[in-house]
T-cell receptor, first 118, second 111 residues
Framework: GAVVSQHPSRVICKSGTSVKIECRSLDFQATTMFWYRQFPKQSLMLMATSNEGSKATYEQGVEKDKFLINHASLTLSTLTVTSAHPEDSSFYIC??????????????FGSGTQLSVL | DAKTTQPTSMDCAEGRAANLPCNHSTISGNEYVYWYRQIHSQGPQYIIHGLKNNETNEMASLIITKDRKSSTLILPHATLRDTAVYYCIVVQTGANSKLTFGKGITLSVRP
């Protein structure tokens, strides 16, 4: 099946610094990528949807200036957590699709990034 | 997107079939039923999806009722590695479709 690579898998940073997370589709062109956040023992919460070459669409309550998303190519999207604070500590997961979900297109997920802000 | 309702948790014995129910009573005609699972500290893994007909693949079977208001995911021979949170998601067709995760059901497979 298709592979989505997410890097890094784990990052620890100091409060106030910025952290960049990369999401790559390895064997298909991802026209759309999604970013999720998951707190311990909770479900995945969609943060934003990004389409290649256009601005990301953020879900209600997600600060676009804090969570910068760039989808500059069909195989790469990045999420930058700017001025990170301890409350931003979470498991961040990206996913990618090449077309519409509800056909035979499935949504493939990265392995996630555990962010810990000290 | 229509919402789904799943039990919070269930368990089954290793080697037995695991039947995971899902209610989606407000599903509309152009919405698919998708199942994903998430093993602890990993990204979700696609299992199976369907629209009206029952589906089977190498991982599982999906049984959708005729009125499409509920479905059951069947893992025919559960193993310890199937212990995970299983999410039943209803997805609308369209270029703007996206997966919205509920709380899912925690399946525990016991030796």
């Amino acid at each position: 099946g298709a592979v989505v690579s997410q890097h890094p898998s784990r990052v620890i940073c100091k409060s106030g610094t910025s952290v960049k997370i990369e999401c790559r589709s390895l064997d298909f062109q991802a026209t759309t990528m999604f970013w999720y956040r998951q707190f311990p023992k909770q479900s995945l919460m969609l943060m934003a949807t990004s389409n290649e070459g256009s601005k990301a669409t953020y879900e209600q309550g997600v600060e676009k200036d804090k969570f910068l998303i760039n989808h500059a190519s069909l195989t790469l999207s990045t999420l930058t957590v700017t001025s990170a604070h301890p409350e931003d500590s979470s498991f961040y997961i990206c996913s990618a699709r090449g077309g519409q979900i509800a056909t035979n297109e499935k949504l493939f997920f990265g392995s996630g990034t555990q962010l810990s802000v000290l | 997107d229509a919402k789904t309702t799943q039990p919070t948790s269930m368990d089954c014995a290793e080697g037995r079939a695991a039947n995971l129910p899902c209610n989606h009573s407000t599903i509309s005609g152009n919405e698919y039923v998708y199942w994903y699972r998430q093993i602890h500290s990993q990204g979700p893994q696609y299992i199976i999806h369907g629209l009206k007909n029952n589906e089977t693949n190498e991982m599982a079977s999906l049984i959708i009722t005729k009125d499409r208001k509920s479905s059951t995911l069947i893992l025919p021979h559960a193993t310890l590695r199937d212990t995970a949170v299983y999410y039943c998601i209803v997805v609308q067709t369209g270029a703007n479709s996206k997966l919205t995760f509920g709380k899912g059901i925690t399946l525990s497979v016991r030796p």
